[in-house]
Structure formats: structure tokens, C-alpha cells
């Protein structure tokens, strides 16, 4: 893997093993359809996590990206995400088999149902969902973060459109801030090919510079990492 860039981490520490690592699929991102990527992306992350590794399919949330980027109908975009989903977690499946049966231990697959029943990602949730109606300055940042996913000259979005697709980066915050426990472990690092404005937005949240009202509520206990990388 190619490393290019370290937020709230450096590379030494994560050859050190001090981080539980996660892997976003995101379901929009053509990066992850190319098989060697993801399976670069999962080899790397079995050799550095400190314990297990965690490939996680945010494809409920995605949903809102089918409604307005396609003009499906909630009932086709419910169909078109359980499709894509199930296509990805077809795909992670086949590079697992490829792992030894000790790494085959030590990879699993969740999709954002595992998350979103967890009460501290709720809570966060709830808090940022508060935070974008009531913060002006806040709710422009979510949607600079949303307008840098969209090719103007390839969809013509309304501000109406912006704010519906805001609803993706604002659920995905609560994990990027904080983590999430899986299976008695917290999952505290991200690596992921590009870095975003929402990924900045993530390291304001959590320094509490931009919006420290918001910072306290969330009350975050332990940073998550987010490491720039690309399969060689």
C-alpha cells in the first residue's frame, strides 16, 4: 500500500499496531470495484490492525444518493442499494476465501445496520442532525463536504438536492469522529483512498476548533485515525 497522507496518526504508530482498523466500502466509490484494490486495501489492514479487521458497507445511508442523483423512487433505490450491497459483499467474500484460515478468522463484514443500533452512534447522530439544522455555519460545511462528491457538469443539483444528499456525511460523522465497538473492540482507524473535505470537517469535530459547542456534545473519548491510501 501506498500511504500519502496521516490524520491523528503517523505511519510508525500504525506499524506499530495501536489501532483496530475499519475499511468504508462506500457503494459510489469505483475504486472498490476493482478486486486487487479491495484486497490490497484488506492485506494491509490484517497486517497492521491490532486485532481484528472490520470491512463495513454503509449501504443503507447510500440510499439517498440513488433518490437524488438518479431520480429513483424510495422503493428502487431500497432495491438498487440491496443489490450493490450484496454485489460488494459478493466480491469481499471472494478475497476472503483467498486468506488463510487465520486471517479468514479475523475479517468480518458489516453492513450499517451493525452500526446504527449502537446507542453512541445514535447519540452523536442525533446530535449532528441537530447541529445541521440549527447551525448555519455547520450546515454550510456539510454541504461544501456534499457539493465536493458531485460533478456539476454531469448533474444539475438544486440546493434542495444538496441538502437531501447532506444526510449521507452527516450519518457517516458520528463513525468517523468516534468509532464504533464491534465485538468487545473499538474500531479506530480508516483508511481510504482520498482525502475530503469531510475528512477535515472530521479533524475540526474532534479538535474542537470550528465548533466547539458541537465538540462537547459529542464528547469524544478516543480519536479515529483516517490514513490517505492506494493500492500499489
Not at 448555519?136 to 460545511?141: G, M, P, Q, V, Y
Not at 465536493?148 to 468517523?176: F, G, R, T, W
Not at 465497538?181 to 476548533?209: A, E, M, V, W
Request: net charge neutral; glycine share 4%; with cysteine.
Amino acid at each position: 500500500m501506498r500511504i500519502t497522507n496521516c490524520l491523528n496518526t503517523t505511519i510508525e504508530d500504525v506499524k506499530a499496531k495501536k489501532f483496530n482498523i475499519f475499511i468504508g466500502i462506500s457503494l459510489g466509490n469505483k475504486y472498490f470495484v476493482n478486486k486487487y484494490n479491495t484486497r490490497e486495501f484488506i492485506s494491509w489492514a490484517l497486517e497492521n490492525s491490532k486485532h481484528d479487521v472490520v470491512v463495513l458497507i454503509p449501504d443503507k445511508i447510500h440510499l439517498v444518493n440513488y433518490e437524488v442523483r438518479n431520480g429513483y423512487s424510495r422503493e428502487k433505490a431500497y432495491r438498487a442499494v440491496l443489490r450493490k450491497s450484496e454485489e460488494t459483499e459478493r466480491l469481499i467474500e471472494e478475497i476472503i476465501i483467498t486468506l488463510s484460515e487465520v486471517e479468514k478468522n479475523r475479517v468480518a463484514i458489516l453492513t450499517w445496520k451493525n452500526i446504527e443500533n449502537d446507542p453512541d452512534y445514535q447519540s452523536r447522530r442525533n446530535i449532528l442532525r441537530r447541529a445541521f439544522k440549527e447551525n448555519l455555519e455547520f450546515r454550510t460545511r456539510i454541504i461544501e463536504a456534499t457539493r465536493e462528491s458531485v460533478n456539476p457538469n454531469i448533474l444539475n443539483l438544486s440546493e434542495n438536492d444538496y441538502e437531501k444528499l447532506a444526510s449521507y456525511p452527516s450519518d457517516e460523522l458520528p463513525v468517523l469522529v468516534a468509532g464504533f465497538q464491534y465485538n468487545g473492540r473499538k474500531y479506530n482507524l480508516i483508511p481510504y483512498p482520498g482525502i475530503s473535505k469531510i475528512d477535515y470537517l472530521t479533524i475540526d469535530l474532534q479538535n474542537g476548533k470550528s465548533f466547539p459547542e458541537i465538540s462537547k456534545e459529542l464528547n469524544i473519548q478516543e480519536k479515529v485515525a483516517i490514513v490517505e491510501a492506494y493500492a500499489k
